[in-house]
């Protein structure tokens, strides 16, 4: 089993639609959370950290921390087609060490 | 955030040749920077985790002798594809992370993609 599992998708969605991201997770040892957005043959840009459970919002965007049950959310709210790209959840554990990625989930938001 | 200025952008080299690949941090400090490869669709994968003035520490499937990789100052970190082959045509990224703050944030160069004839 992964530490952290996402659904590649691809994930496809109408302009405006609200767009749900997820990772589950399973080392308990993760206590930083992020998420990345990443173009085509770009690097991974980051969008969201959080450190703690509960929600943290960022004008569209809503990141969601539930470490009971080790699952995190990325909300996308008033979907763009700029949007489109590839999300990937990423987590640490602390101490300036490496982090651990999920597969990416591919997002297109069409018009 | 902060900024990770990678270079090249892109490369082409013939098989046998030697490429060269920088990682910047612009306007922060970074004693340690991590090396990615990224094939098609797929996620990352942690090559090497570079630390300024010491060895690299390589993950495990990773060839130390094939990826060079040299952080000889708080700012710069290179990698080097030696003797390249078709085989290690992919995208590369580095990343770094702040030395002046706790948090966890990393932050990515624009990545290379490297492509072996």
């Known amino acids: 089993q992964k530490e952290v599992e996402q659904d590649p998708g691809p994930l496809s969605v109408p302009e405006g639609a609200i767009v749900s991201l997820n990772c589950t997770y399973s080392n308990s040892a993760f206590q930083y959370f992020m998420w990345y957005r990443q173009y085509s043959r770009k690097g991974p840009e980051l969008l969201m950290y959080t450190y703690s459970s509960g929600n943290k919002e960022d004008g569209r965007f809503t990141a969601q921390v539930d470490k009971s049950s080790k699952y995190i959310s990325l909300f996308i709210r008033d979907s763009q087609p700029s949007d489109s790209a590839t999300y990937l959840c990423a987590m640490g554990k602390g101490g300036g060490n490496k982090l651990t990625f999920g597969t990416g989930t591919q997002l297109k938001v069409e018009l | 955030g902060a900024v990770v200025s990678q270079h090249p952008s892109w490369v082409i080299c013939k098989s046998g040749t030697s490429v060269k690949i920088e990682c910047r941090s612009l306007?922060?400090?970074?004693?340690?920077m991590f090396w990615y490869r990224q094939f098609p669709k797929q996620s990352l994968m942690l090559m090497a985790t570079s630390n300024e003035g010491s060895k690299a520490t390589y993950e495990q499937g990773v060839e130390k002798d094939k990826f060079l990789i040299n952080h000889a100052s708080l700012t710069l970190s290179t990698l080097t594809v030696t003797s390249a082959h078709p085989e290690d045509s992919s995208f590369y990224i580095c990343?770094?992370?702040?030395?002046?703050?706790?948090?966890?944030?990393?932050?990515f160069g624009s990545g290379t993609q490297l492509s072996v004839l």
């Open positions: 990343s770094a992370r702040e030395d002046r703050v706790t948090n966890e944030k990393l932050f």
């Open positions: 306007d922060f400090q970074a004693t340690t």
